[in-house]
């Protein structure tokens, strides 16, 4: 007669996880397997039959299922393993981010896996694999700037204060220029590289046209710009176009204007006594990010300008035109909010990896 597994009870705690790993599509199929063994032996069937019916041998059977009756259901868990030991331990991963925080060879600008191979004597492909895990991309770069403005945090704090809180019934408008665009004339279109891609291209070769400076205001409630366009970026052009932006609105209204330090936004107090009702507001030094204007200026270089070519200055201030024509009809105010950067940021992200 064939052997038959002496039935066994299965608690009504561990039911409902036996039937979960029994019909589970994603648990390993040796946990599929040991749970199904001791749901079958809790019925009575032979020995033979469960072996037959999961592909395997008869020993397995009595082996889980007393591995079950003793341990319950961590009886069915694989214990761990030692495995083979790592070649490549946490010293190895300290040294190899320590070197990338010194300064690289004589010679060259920053390091590269090879040189820091070279520099350990170990093989590359370790010094990659440590690089893949920390997520550190030797070739990417990103920049930085630090204000150093002793007054950085009242001038910030009046700038965003007339973002968030304008005062009642006033105007705010960032203002700013983009100068010296060249109106470049080349042969661009699409064509296929050789892993069958299309991008788009353009010749490396091109004439040049002469440059524009673009004068720009955005209106922060509504996010309209008004544009200026000039051959010369001197003080008489920036009053020139600071007045006919004055002019856009009420002599008695308040309009409150944001600028960067640049030498022609200074020293304008003739031109302020007159337009009293204008109010000039200075970002601190190194910061004119906080200027929303060259949030404009990037989608108008984005847009606009990078990859087109320009016969004439003509052709680039049209195509300045319609650039804010097309724009302002669907403008939108920005919104801000500009990540906080700690401290921690500020210092060598690499040494903050060794422990």
């Known amino acids: 007669m064939p052997r038959r597994t002496p039935k066994i009870e299965i608690s009504s705690e561990d039911r409902p996880t036996l039937l979960r790993w029994a019909n589970s599509r994603t648990l390993s199929k040796q946990i599929v397997d040991r749970a199904k ?26 082996h889980w299922r007393e591995q079950y009756v003793q341990y319950g259901l961590k009886g069915l868990q694989d ?35 090879p040189t820091l191979a070279a520099e350990l004597n170990m093989p590359v492909d370790a010094v990659w694999k440590v ?31 007339l973002y968030l809180n304008p005062p009642l019934n006033a105007v705010v408008v960032c203002v700013d220029e983009k100068p010296s665009m060249q109106a470049l004339e080349r042969k661009t279109g699409f064509i296929k590289t050789d892993n069958g891609k299309v991008v788009r291209a353009y010749q490396s070769t091109y004439k040049r046209h002469g440059t524009l400076n673009l004068f ?61 009702n204008v109010h000039f507001h200075f970002t601190p030094t190194s ?5 929303q204007i060259e949030i404009w200026f990037s989608i108008f270089s984005r847009k606009a300008l990078r990859g087109a070519s320009f016969t004439s200055p003509d052709d680039l201030r049209q195509q300045i035109e319609n650039f804010i024509e097309r724009y302002n009809p669907e403008s939108k105010p920005f919104k801000w909010r500009k990540r906080e950067v700690k401290g921690a940021q500020l210092k060598d992200n690499i040494g903050n990896l060794i422990i």
């Open 216 to 276: 720009g205001a955005l209106a922060v409630s509504t996010g309209k710009v008004k544009g200026k366009i000039t051959e010369t970026k001197k003080r008489e052009d920036f009053l020139a176009f600071m007045d006919e932006l004055v002019a856009d609105y009420q002599k008695d209204q308040e309009i409150h204007v944001i600028l960067d330090n640049y030498s022609t936004h200074k020293k304008n107090e003739e031109w302020l006594t007159k337009n009293k």
């Open 287 to 291: 910061a004119s990010w906080l200027n």
């Open 131 to 161: 690089l893949r895990t920390e997520g550190i991309n030797l070739q990417r770069q990103r920049s930085w700037c630090i204000s150093t403005d002793k007054d950085f945090a009242p001038k910030a704090a009046d700038i965003v204060g």
């Open 79 to 113: 214990n761990p393993r030692s495995g083979r030991p790592a070649k490549y331990d946490a010293a190895f991963r300290n040294s190899v981010l320590k070197l990338v925080s010194k300064p690289p060879p004589k010679g060259l600008a920053s390091w590269d896996g």
């Open 37 to 62: 063994m001791i749901l079958y032996s809790e019925t009575g069937k032979a020995v033979k039959e469960i072996a037959s019916e999961l592909n395997t041998y008869p020993n397995k059977i009595i």
